[in-house]
């Protein structure tokens, strides 16, 4: 950047722009102490570096809440009533009476609430409008807005850490305890405080951090000032000293006064070398200030520098009496002006600003929040679709709905006894729960292995815990799920059955985030379903051709698609070729499954059996739950998953076909007669230009 003309102006008294001015500064203490000093003058000043947000009184005071909030006992929260997030003086902490008591005990009851209902980032805006923290803290000291710039910054880092790891405010406080322990040594950038203001102001620094950087006016306050103690060393220290031009470490086994000598002078050798680092960071001026003390100048960097008479290319002396008229040193004058400034009596101020010229108003912000961006699912998407037609979706996130009845239940007569065909899955309850509790089952337990019986009978035991369900039996559960990965998939496996795959070859709750949507016009589920109106994507004899006027008739196909769709595939099959054909095959061929343990509607009196699970009865079933919609919005998410994994791939090719496997209704059947009527197993195979038809339909992109 150019030097400007105040930079260049050799007037010692030019009002340059703070933001053109930087302050290096030997140590992080030296730089606090000249913030505070600039701040108390009223000239605005930053510091970049030294401690990270955990090693502030922001993250100390954040922890005294926490503590308070675990354990609300009176002598804890008096003591968080001096810190900055209540901000009672020792004043009125003396005159508290018990109303002022129990008012503290009721707001940190409400922000332990909004800590555990909405997050930490909540209970701090509670906090600050219930005990006015924003003006109070910028009104009642020079550093408060760095303050409330720590508090923010640390707030939004323990929302993150509740958010990602879960955390209970116990484990959230364990947390917070131990960032601020190991303070100082985290590799983490967002540990970095940030700045507390976007006002130009100066840039202070220390020496080191300073390195590599350049800045119009280069200003160093505090670089004629050294103390050098004429006391003996009193104590073995170590230091690096350099001997015959090598660096070397001295351990100072001794109390040897000419190596205590020789380590000063290293010290003092060390000052000149950081003196000529903050003083080149300048581009067109920098400005020093000296003052003749008793103690701290003789030995100083500065003083050292302008006051010797050494000869060129030789160091100056390690100390030189201060009592030298600065008029007097051996400078350019063409290069270097010296001032005499006068002792002001006071503080100094800067000057006030001038009134402005035009009336201030309060800024308006038209901008408005886009409800219609957001983070959705399927489940979501269709939630409208169910509360419209009087099903009742699965609270807390399901997707299986109990089906209407009077669209599907085929007559089959009444007769009550249990049928022939029923399995063990078919009599046991339904619901969130019992779904959740198969789905974790299928989950842990590998198909393919010897003790399957045994293993399905400890993991239904071990879920049961965790999902109970009543009126479910462990060894029924797991007879049942026996069957299921039993039962051959027909011609989505090639015959062949969960077991005979094993685990090797899935992948199990594949959670996906995909993003929707453009800055231009947005899709809704309506442009979905006219893909299905298109014979080239979905031919007539599809077996989900009719979906798509279901879907644009009903109350969701308004739903914009934008923001992120979020959800996660039951299982990701690999079916790896058969011998006979490897020769064939360009590679392995992928299906999307998804396990569902709806109950198909029968005929009042009737018991439910496999053979209530026709291919026409799980198509009907399919389309009432708008299972079609899922299928392929978690195909495109498989879509996508295998792009960037599998070498050449090619959704022709590669992702051969989505089933939806109807539990309730899985024989464990090795084999059918009929390989296109298994029970329980609805198989589809969407076409590749539908596939990538809705990839880019999510994506934004609107089809020609």
């Given amino acids: 950047e150019p030097p400007s003309s105040e930079d260049l102006d050799p007037s010692p008294h030019t009002d340059a722009p703070p933001d053109r001015a930087t302050c290096p500064t030997p140590s992080s203490m030296k730089s606090q102490q000249i913030q505070e000093a600039l701040a108390d003058a009223g000239i605005p000043a930053v510091f970049t570096g030294g401690q990270g947000i955990f090693s502030s009184p922001a993250a100390s005071a954040w922890l005294g809440l926490l503590d308070a909030v675990l354990d609300p006992r009176l002598p804890r929260l008096l003591q968080l009533s001096e810190s900055p997030l209540i901000g009672w003086t020792p004043q009125r902490l003396a005159r508290a009476l018990d109303d002022d008591r129990f008012g503290l005990m009721a707001l940190i009851k409400l922000v332990r609430e909004a800590l555990e209902t909405t997050g930490p980032t909540a209970a701090f805006e509670l906090l600050a409008a219930r005990t006015e923290l924003v003006p109070r803290l910028l009104s009642s000291t020079a550093a408060g807005e760095r303050l409330l710039t720590d508090l923010r910054q640390v707030t939004e880092r323990l929302d993150e850490a509740a958010r990602v790891e879960t955390l209970d405010l116990v484990a959230l406080r364990g947390w917070l305890f131990e960032n601020i322990g190991s303070a100082g040594n985290s590799p983490d950038d967002d540990a970095v405080r940030r700045l507390e203001t976007d006002l130009p102001a100066v840039t202070i620094m220390t020496i080191h951090k300073a390195k590599g950087l350049q800045f119009p006016v280069v200003a160093l306050p505090d670089m004629a000032s050294r103390f050098v103690s004429v006391k003996p060393p009193d104590r073995l220290r170590r230091t690096l000293v350099h001997e015959n031009g090598e660096l070397v470490l001295d351990v100072f086994g001794d109390l040897d006064a000419r190596r205590d000598d020789t380590k000063l002078a290293e010290e003092q050798a060390e000052d000149l070398r950081l003196l000529y680092v903050a003083a080149t960071r300048a581009q067109s001026r920098v400005i020093g200030w000296w003052a003749n003390t008793q103690r701290t100048t003789d030995s100083s960097p500065l003083h050292r520098l302008v006051a010797s008479r050494s000869t060129q290319g030789q160091p100056p002396p390690?100390?030189?009496?201060?009592?030298?008229?600065?008029?007097?040193?051996?400078?350019?004058?063409?290069l270097v002006e010296v001032v005499s400034v006068p002792r002001a009596g006071g503080l100094l101020r800067a000057p006030a600003p001038a009134a402005p010229s035009i009336e201030l108003v309060a800024r308006v912000f038209h901008d408005t929040i886009d409800r219609g961006w957001a983070r959705t699912s399927y489940t979501r998407l269709t939630s409208g679709a169910h509360e419209a037609t009087g099903a009742d979706p699965v609270p807390g996130g399901g997707d299986e709905p109990e089906l209407d009845t009077s669209v599907l239940a085929p007559d089959h007569g009444h007769d009550s006894a249990i049928p022939d065909d029923a399995t063990a899955l078919?009599?046991?309850?339904?619901?969130?729960?019992?779904?959740?509790?198969?789905?974790?089952?299928?989950e842990q337990v590998d198909p393919a292995s010897e003790q399957l019986d045994s293993e399905l009978t400890s993991a239904a035991q071990q879920m049961l815990a965790r999902w109970p369900v009543s009126d479910v039996p462990a060894a029924t559960l797991a007879s049942g799920l026996a069957a299921v990965v039993r039962t051959s998939l027909g011609e989505l496996t090639d015959g062949r059955s969960l077991a005979d795959l094993g685990a090797g070859n899935r992948l199990t709750e594949l959670e996906f985030e995909l993003p929707m949507g453009s800055p231009g016009p947005r899709h809704t589920l309506a442009d979905l379903a006219a893909l299905w109106s298109d014979p080239a994507l979905v031919p007539a004899d599809d077996p989900l051709a009719g979906y798509g006027p279901v879907l644009s008739r009903s109350a969701v196909s308004g739903e914009q698609l934008a923001g992120f769709l979020t959800g996660s595939i039951d299982v990701l099959l690999r079916v790896p070729a058969r011998p006979s054909e490897a020769p064939t095959r360009t590679g392995p061929r992928f299906v999307v499954l998804d396990y569902k343990t709806n109950r198909l509607p029968v005929a009042p009196g009737e018991q439910l059996g496999s053979r209530h699970y026709t291919p026409e009865a799980m198509r009907a079933a399919m389309i009432a739950a708008h299972y079609p919609l899922q299928a392929l919005l978690y195909t495109v998410a498989a879509h996508r998953f295998l792009q960037r994994t599998v070498r050449g791939y090619r959704p022709e090719s590669h992702l051969r076909a989505v089933g939806y496997l109807f539990v309730r209704g899985m024989t464990g059947s090795p084999s059918e007669a009929d390989a296109t009527r298994l029970p329980g197993v609805f198989i589809w195979h969407p076409r590749a230009a539908l596939i990538e038809a809705a990839s880019q339909l999510l994506a934004g992109d609107r089809r020609q």
């Fill in 426 to 442: 078919a009599g046991l309850p339904g619901g969130t729960q019992f779904g959740s509790l198969v789905h974790s089952v299928l």
């Fill in 318 to 334: 390690v100390s030189i009496p201060a009592g030298r008229d600065p008029q007097g040193w051996l400078l350019d004058r063409r």
